[in-house]
């Protein structure tokens, strides 16, 4: 039964890696492995262009973004309810992290659209003021927001719950014995985190951060809602621009003409292989990441 | 040992010992509990300085609860609780003088079972208590060596200090453990049944440094081994919990007298197996 069961969800993935290749072959044999590198998006044109690389450049950076402030948060709300809240407030804070994951990302990308774009380019100004003289930060652009940067902010708080819940659970997985070592030779709780509890859980954190990513990376209609996709690969993350594959299909997918769908198709098994990689790499890394051998329970 | 006792020495008379003895570690009036149920009834005990004393008594009478109390272990245990003082020479480890870390720190503690660090060095594991307390030490190999040969362990790690702590043997890693608990330079060393998870010949070994340190450490050992308090220890207290009444103090005093000519039928009837 369980056997049947784990199948059909190979069976299924199988399916839409088969669909997916099927309906993006047209475009993916006319492009040739220029659909990897190419830039330009623009299927309908004279000629035809179709180029996944600023997308797939776009879907990384933000996905980095997110991770890089999300990671963290996560972590430091982890500890917060492992090690120091007290017990009563555990319960609720566990719930109140979970229920920010209950939260339809539509929602999110409205939000992050209406309300902290405005916030979020006032940061962008100030980050490319001060500190332009690093790449990133570094824009011709008269304008900020509807950026990549407002779309990793946004995509960080919708994984937070999941990297929260993960390192959580991992770091809860440190065996006491070796944390009141730490503790009875008169290490502060800090320094049990530091010198027990991190290297304990080392994998299982980059599992989660992973994990994290992998939902990042396939996150769409935030992204659609907020990012101006025009296309451009850009070094920096301040100004509005740029794209991403699942944004990139929510946005041109209702128009496409056949070409453009049979694109966009291809566009998404790239995404669904990128996520699929990393989704596997991260449940290899905790699975993996148990206590080391020798270690009492 | 500079001890004057009578052979009935009990918790009436600690005061009265208080002067003649002088203490590393006083416990006055120690109440403990878990949740509502209280496991510990005012024990009064006073722990001399630079000798063994053990803590003896049948299981759940609340030994491991009180030695926990000593170092303020007791509470990092959800839902427990805890009332009375206990006195580091005088300071109350429990009041805004000192912190729960300085006091662990003067305070040591090796526990039940072993627990090096398995992904730590021998070294590392030696070390471990500096990194964690922040301690910055001159010459860190004379340290190890020290701490090591302190523990009796030198001769069988001696050449491989970088293996991980984990690879040793049970008695090696508790003895790493002593080592381990040396090498911060405690005023008093706590032992939770040290040797419970051990064989004869680590016993023995353990035993061994005990007694080596107590030259300069107060050490306070939970044993359910009459031998080895006897082997052990200078002075005996001795726990019970009985129906309707949390575990307490029957009596304490020098060992010998303890076990020779105890000065209660139950602690008569325990140090000779008749029960626990």
Known sequence: MTTAAAMASLVVMGLIAIFLFVKAWPAMHQAGWHFFTRFQWDPDGAPALYGVASAVYGTVVIAIIALVVALPISIGTALYINEYAPRRAQRILVSLVDLLAAIPSVVFGLWGRDVLNKPLSDISAFLYKYFRFVP?????????GNSFFVCGIVLALMIVPIITAISRAVMAEVPRPYCEAALALGGTKAGMIKEVIFPFSKGGLVGAAM???GRALGETIAVALILSINGNIMTNILAPGGSAIAGL??????????????????????????????????RLVVTRSRPPKGATK | MSITMSPAHNIESAAVNERTVDAALRAEGISCWFGKRKVL????LVMERNTVVALIGPSGCGKSTFLRTLNRMHELTPTAALA?????????IYGPELKASVTRQRIGMVFQKPNPFPAMSVRENVLSGLKLTGTKVGNSEELVQWALLKASLWEEVKNRLDAPGGSLSGGQQQRLCIARSLAVKPEVLL??????????????????????IADDITVVIVTHNMQQAQRVSDTCAFFLAEENRPG???ESGLTEQMFTNPADPRTNDYVNGRFG
């Open chain 1, 249 to 282: 299909i929510a946005v041109k997918f209702g128009e496409a003409s056949v070409n453009g769908r049979s694109a966009l198709l291809g566009a998404g098994l790239v995404l669904f292989l990128l996520t699929l990689v990393v989704n596997l790499v991260a």
């Open chain 1, 136 to 144: 990133i930060f570094h824009t011709k652009a008269l304008f900020f």
């Open chain 2, 191 to 212: 032992m939770d049944e040290p040797c419970s998870a051990l064989d004869p010949t680590s016993t023995r070994r353990v035993e061994e440094t005990i007694s080596e």
């Open chain 2, 248 to 250: 307490h103090i029957v």
């Open chain 2, 84 to 92: 009375g003082a206990v006195y580091l020479n005088d300071v109350d």
């Open chain 2, 41 to 44: 009834e005012d024990v009064n």
């Open chain 1, 211 to 213: 994990l994290g990513l």
